[in-house]
T-cell receptor
Framework: AQSVAQPEDQVNVAEGNPLTVKCTYSVSGNPYLFWYVQYPNRGLQFLLKYITGDNLVKGSYGFEAEFNKSQTSFHLKKPSALVSDSALYFCAVRAGGSQGNLIFGKGTKLSVKP | ETGVTQTPRHLVMGMTNKKSLKCEQHLGHNAMYWYKQSAKKPLELMFVYSLEERVENNSVPSRFSPECPNSSHLFLHLHTLQPEDSALYLC????????????FGPGTRLTVT
């Protein structure tokens, strides 16, 4: 079965430090992987995706993610965290090929302190 | 703003009430979705519409009834809900069902008393 795991409920980072939000996946075939962010009282916003090609994917707001096929991971990273990055982050995988639905993880709350 | 609006933003209803959630997208998209978001749980896909036709119904109880009168509007009709149905209900749209990026509305926070 297709699934996504975000092992951390919350990640705490000091402003200016690098951040990593972890995601692992289980999918048959080639994975289509996504990160979304949800700010308070808002819907989810697309951050970035991996479909094929370079394992390091760059997205919005300075975020990037690294696809690691051997570890079935797609961790979200940013070199220097901002307080405004504090939000809920969701990893997702597309199930069933290019027409499949998105399967989301349970989300990781990122808290960046000044 | 993402171009997807939802009304109302907050709704409190009793278990015997009937209410409807509304979603409207101003993006010219052909696919629309309803998701349920509960705390510390993955988003649950409820329904998918493509070109106004329902293409997915993920074992959702019949007390939730979707309606898609045109490609810009999506409704979720609610009746005889249970307290465990309290959650944030998110609407999303995408250019087509196979499009990589979905655009989400801000959600309706539903409380069933």
């Amino acid at each position: 079965a297709q699934s996504v795991a975000q092992p951390e409920d919350q990640v705490n980072v000091a402003e200016g430090n690098p951040l990593t939000v972890k995601c692992t996946y289980s999918v048959s075939g080639n994975p289509y992987l996504f990160w979304y962010v949800q700010y308070p009282n808002r819907g989810l916003q697309f951050l970035l995706k991996y479909i094929t090609g370079d394992n390091l994917v760059k997205g919005s707001y300075g975020f990037e993610a690294e696809f690691n096929k051997s570890q079935t991971s797609f961790h979200l990273k940013k070199p220097s965290a901002l307080v405004s990055d504090s939000a809920l982050y969701f990893c997702a995988v597309r199930a069933g090929g290019s027409q499949g639905n998105l399967i989301f993880g349970k989300g990781t709350k990122l808290s960046v302190k000044p | 703003e993402t171009g997807v609006t939802q009304t109302p933003r907050h709704l409190v209803m009793g278990m015997t009430n009937k209410k409807s959630l509304k979603c409207e997208q101003h993006l010219g998209h052909n696919a629309m979705y309803w998701y349920k978001q509960s705390a510390k749980k993955p988003l649950e896909l409820m329904f998918v519409y493509s070109l106004e036709e329902r293409v997915e119904n993920n074992s959702v109880p019949s007390r939730f009834s979707p309606e898609c009168p045109n490609s810009s509007h999506l409704f979720l009709h609610l009746h005889t809900l249970q307290p465990e149905d309290s959650a944030l209900y998110l609407c999303a749209s995408s250019q087509d069902k196979g499009s990589y990026e979905q655009y989400f509305g801000p959600g309706t926070r539903l409380t069933v008393t």
